[in-house]
């Protein structure tokens, strides 16, 4: 009885239950269940009890259940057992479901017991996918709509906001902690100010929140945010909560800006082109005008309301009656209203407007409204008018010019003035033009080149080089060939790239050319010959010379010798000399002349060569009572690629200048030194009586002693010619500088790299 009891309590306390409750034993079949199993399932406990429990299963799951109950009992681990888990019912209409489980062990008259309370989640599950489907769809719309929500606790200054806030921000979720401060150093440095104000505003019921501001990424990115949000206030109308949305409005702001530029660059551009844009209103007369308009006609932008009667009125009354008429022309015909006109400014300047625009009609076909743009053309008409008075010009200078002026278009001539005509002997302009210049010219030149090749290639220069100047051979109607010097530029002729010709009649200038030419040939066939008989002669001289000096140094040898023949044979001993180094100079220079002299090149040390020369010179100097110098510390190691033999010549023939030609008791300075731009300089300065700035010209000139001819200092005049020869043939040359009554100083500069 009590047992009976004990069951009725436990059957009434298990149908009590809203969960589903299941007793198997260890092979898994159902022993007792309480009446929610047919809420949850669809089943009478009749139905199911002595069934297999996996009947309530999915056909996946039932192998896995047998298997999992049969290893528990074979002592295997309880993985399920005194735990619960979420899986899959099946009801018995074959639908499935989401459950939760929990399943306990028990042991009853020592049988092992197994009981399952089983829930139905499936409206839970159902609610948190609609959810989760929600918080996507809200998630996926903020990622691609770039908007983001935000809630804002005024009181805790706790700020929530979506992951759509994080990514205007440039971050991912999660990537930065979700505070005010972190909102406002996100804000772009120049807009942080007015953010805070539009905060303050709406939180003191100023006006709502509304503000576009710009945004800094954590790669320095900028974006633009739009922000609108609202207050939510306490019973007492105390803020407390602050939410609202963000949006990207990036795109938008760009092209915003986009624009306010292009108007912008629009007005700037009108400014500097002097045009603006207006707009006739014809029914109402009123006017639309741009800001330049307004400069255009002398008055501030804004400055009064424009009419079609104001415009009218700063007209010159010639022109209204023509701008009347082009404009009904527009109405009428559909031509398009384009003239220049007269407009007078406030200040009383009279200046020129070119008009442009379309004409638009109503419904009926009538006039409505002419829009166009009207541009300040006083500076191309003043231009214009210049170019007037230079075509003028040019054409009058064209047309009496005495030489002959042509115009050349793609290598036909189209124009030419009677200066021409008359150099080619023809009829008149008709016969000139539309010819080339090869028509006009023999089939060669004198080079053997064809005329109309090298006349091409002449014309492509031209073009190249902007200006071109040779000489050509034209042929005259009655075939007379006669040399010109042509000149061609490049010029524009109504808008157009032409050459402007210029003929040089040179006939008269070859002749003097060629009596020139056979006046030189024939003085350089006489200066051949002097130097061919000079240097017969030299050699012709010298060989009785060296006889003389030989004989009369042996007299002077001979003892016993009486004084006054002694000296009458030193006489003759030092003239002979002197003759002898007359011959040599001769036949130098007139080996120069004649191109036969040949030098030897090597490498020459500097030094050595200035110490020969002070050696040989040194006894001419003591002999007069010169004191001579040589400075030679800077040129050590210097080396020059000259002719050893004459560069000591050159060098000796200037010291022996500064010691013939310097006072008694006088000095002479020989220097060598580096000089500038890599060029060694070696100078000889002399204390003597200078040389006037007038007879510099002539000192280098042959056989010119500058007035020493008659006096006692012996000499050629040819001593400085030839070394000034020798030193150009050399790569180098000499410079004279001379104070009268101081001094000069002969400079021998040679190029370093030489």
Known sequence: MLKNNNQ???STMLDSVVDAIIVINENGVIQTVNSAVFAIFGYSPAEIIGKNVSMLMPDGKRVKHEQYLKN?????????????LQDVGLRKDRSLFQLDLSISEMHVDNERMFIGVIRDISHIVNTEKALHSSEYRFSTAQQFAKFGVWDWNIETNDLYWSEGISQLIGYGEGEIETTYQNFLNAIHLDDREIVESAIQEALEGKQDYLVDHRVVWPNGITRWVREAGDIVRDENGSPVKMIGVAIDITASKEFELALIESERQLKEAQRIGHIGNWSWDVESGRLFWSDEIFRIFGHQPGEFEPTYERFLSVLPPEDVERIKKSEEAAFSKGETHSID??????????????EEAEAILGEDGGPERLQGTVQDITDRKNAEEQLYARETMFENVFNASEDAILILDDGYFIECNDAAVRMLHASGREEVLSTSPWDLSPER???????????LEMIRLAYEKNFHRFEWVYRRVDGVEFPVEVTLTPTRMKNRQVLHVVWNDITERKKQQDDLRVAKDEAESANLAKSKFLSSMSHELRTPMNAILGFSQLLELEEGLEEDHRQSVTDIRTAGEHLLELINDVLDFARIESGKIRLKFEPVNIEKVLCDCQTLTQPMAQ??????????EECRNLMLFVDRTRLKQVVINLVSNAIKYNKPGGRAKVLCQPGPDQRVCISVTDSGIGIKQEAL????????????EGGKIEG???????????????????????????????????????
Request: proline share 2%.
């Open 72 to 84: 528990y009992i074979n002592g295997g681990e309880a993985r399920v057992i005194g735990t619960g």
């Open 716 to 754: 050629t005049g040819i001593g400085l010619v030839i070394s000034r020869q020798l030193a150009e043939m050399m790569n180098g040359e000499i410079v004279v500088e001379s104070e009268y009554g101081v001094g000069s100083t002969f400079s021998l500069l040679f190029d370093c790299s030489s």
């Open 623 to 632: 002999a007069a009572g010169i004191t001579l110098e040589f400075q030679l």
């Open 8 to 10: 009725a309590f436990l």
């Open 445 to 455: 030149q004198s080079d053997g080149e064809s005329s109309k090749e090298k006349s």
């Open 341 to 354: 006109h007269r407009i007078m400014l406030p200040s009383g300047e009279m200046r020129w407007v070119h």
């Open 697 to 708: 010209n002539d000192l280098f000139e042959p056989f010119h002693r500058l007035g020493a």
